[in-house]
């Protein structure tokens, strides 16, 4: 059972922008940085922003991140094909003493 | 290139044991943290536990605490996950995983995962 909340699914055409979110608490991204990673199928997962906004060298431009209070977006500007994957957003979580990772979000490329 | 390789995987039957191992390439090992994910059949991922770059801090899931153990050997570059009292709901891929620091941050550079199947 997740402590960050993400929709199950979005979708879009091919060029359209998807935002989705990741909302948790004080706890967790309140103080903490987030992070997201790309997991498509039979692959392993992929960092694709860290730091709540920052993007490691190779990834594309179109994926944006961002934090704001308690909660987190992941936004994907001109939507390929190859985004469609499963979304996950991550962070630290003080009260607990560990890592969680968001309920996951399901992209579908129209 | 930072690479990293689990093994270890495979079919136990429940209340038995497993050890997985993460041998780890390319980086400068005794300088990172590791952390271990799982994602069960069909479901999101799922933090396991976390080991400090020198060891000297373990953190762990509630799901797992008691039952797993997390050690790392800097000698031979490769973190362990002791696996005990194994339960059905432990099935799932398990990857390891470079944290971005010393271990208080997220992953940023991920195994291919290893399998693992509780079933009798």
């Known amino acids: 059972q997740s402590v960050l909340t993400q929709p199950p699914s979005a979708s879009g055409t091919p060029g359209q922008r998807v935002i989705m979110s990741c909302s948790g608490s004080n706890s967790n991204i309140g103080p903490n940085y987030v992070y997201w990673y790309q997991l498509l199928p039979g692959a392993a997962p992929k960092l694709l922003i860290y730091k709540n906004d920052q993007r490691p060298s190779g990834v594309p431009d179109r994926f944006s991140g961002s934090k704001s209070g308690t909660s987190a977006s992941l936004a994907i500007s001109g939507l390929r094909s190859e985004d469609e994957a499963d979304y996950y957003c991550a962070t630290w979580d003080d009260s607990l003493s560990g890592g969680v990772f968001g309920t996951g979000t399901k992209v579908t490329v129209l | 290139q930072v690479h990293l390789v689990e093994s270890g995987g495979g079919v136990v039957q429940p209340g038995r044991s497993l050890r997985l191992s993460c041998a780890a390439s390319?980086?400068?090992?005794?300088?990172?943290?590791i952390h271990w994910v799982r994602q069960a059949p069909g479901k999101g991922l799922e933090w396991v536990a976390v080991?400090?770059?020198?060891?000297?801090?373990?953190y762990y899931a509630d799901s797992v605490k008691g039952r797993i153990t997390i050690s790392r050997d800097n000698s031979k570059n490769t973190v362990y996950l002791q696996m005990n009292s194994l339960r059905a709901e432990d099935t799932a891929v398990y990857y390891c995983?470079?944290?971005?620091?010393?271990?208080?941050?997220?992953?940023?550079?991920w195994g291919q995962g290893t399998l693992v199947t509780v079933s009798s």
């Open positions: 995983a470079r944290d971005q620091s010393r271990g208080y941050r997220c992953p940023d550079t």
């Open positions: 390319g980086f400068t090992f005794s300088s990172y943290g």
């Open positions: 080991i400090w770059y020198d060891g000297s801090k373990k």
